[in-house]
């Protein structure tokens, strides 16, 4: 299929789409304090946590139980072909992406049902101990983990474009690169989410794949194709990543968001400095597709505007 786009708004790729009008990554990454995703090989449709092998009613349940604590769930499988309808082990990572209280835990479970014991509040709080005595099958992962949207039943440039990466990524870093249900912002694709710092990715490349899991081990974040990390709002996530390419800060940690207001955003260092950032909204002209298949409509855009320094904190 070729990507295309006229005054109309005349169909392609989405994510074509979506780098042909360059329109901005900052601040369309998902909102949550923390992630719980699940092993579960098979085929996976637009809903997976109801439309896989997983036991429909137990994915809506989780999936709903997670959104109410401000986290978010989903389902991951290992890369390639594996058999799906035997009984197995189920990988489980569970993440909180809150500043100071980032860590991630992983584990396996006979059966995905078990997570209906895990504290999904102390998960969005930052509890570590809570979470662990919650489902003791959980330990502490030290090595950052990395999810790629391979969805095609939720939007074709997810799998088109993402099973390559996952692919590559996982013959250079076996274990840490999982193939993962719907990232958000399928016009993104390739999309990825960094756990357990809940930094997000869009049109992600094999190079920059690899620049995030290494930068991961040093405790910093990649600037480039970066949405912005789940902890903040949208608007939060515009203006950090506009105060991190101001002042080429990478560390994960060094800098957050402390206040929001109508028309700015308050960025922090732990040096002490402080920015506040212009944050507006504008409407998508001409009209673009959300995702493969929709219709164009004139979605809003947020982009960072005037960074004033502020007095040291």
């Given amino acids: ?63 709903a139980a997670a959104k109410k604590a401000d986290l978010r769930f989903g389902l991951i499988r290992s890369p390639g072909k594996h058999a799906d309808a035997v009984p197995r082990a189920h990988q489980v990572y569970v993440a909180c992406t809150l500043q100071g209280r980032t860590w991630l835990l992983g584990g396996s479970v006979n059966d995905p049902k078990q997570l209906d014991s895990l504290d999904l509040d102390a998960v969005s709080r930052g509890d570590l101990d809570a979470v662990v005595a919650s489902l003791p099958e959980l330990s502490p992962v030290t090595e950052p983990v990395l999810l790629v949207c391979t969805n095609g039943k939720r939007d074709e440039c997810c799998a088109l474009l993402g099973r ?25 694709a390739p999309t990825a989410t960094l756990l357990p710092a809940g930094t997000m990715y869009g049109h992600l490349d094999l190079e920059t794949a690899k620049a995030i899991l290494t930068a991961a081990d040093r405790g910093e974040m990649v600037l480039d194709n970066l949405r912005g990390r789940s902890t903040w709002t949208k608007r939060g996530q515009v203006a950090e990543i506009a105060v991190r390419t101001l002042i080429g800060e990478a560390a994960l940690d060094a800098v957050s968001v402390i206040a929001e207001d109508l028309a700015t955003v308050t960025v ?7 920015w506040t950032v212009q944050v507006t909204s504008e409407t998508a002209d001409p009209p673009r597709p959300e995702s493969c298949g929709k219709e164009p409509f004139a979605m809003s855009i947020l982009r960072a505007g005037t960074i004033t320094p502020g007095l040291p904190r």
């Fill in 164 to 188: 390559p990466i996952v692919a590559a990524m996982a013959a250079l870093a076996p274990g840490r690169v999982w193939e993962s249900n719907h990232l958000g912002g399928h016009r993104f």
């Fill in 268 to 274: 922090g260092h732990t040096d002490g400095r402080a």
């Fill in 1 to 63: 299929m070729s990507a295309r786009i006229d005054a109309t708004g005349a169909p392609g790729l989405c994510s074509a789409i979506c780098r042909q009008l360059q329109e901005p990554l900052p601040g369309s990454a998902i909102v949550a304090a923390g992630w719980l995703v699940v092993e579960q090989p098979g085929p996976w449709g637009a809903k997976a946590p109801t439309q896989s092998h997983l036991d429909p009613d137990f994915g809506a349940g989780i999936d």
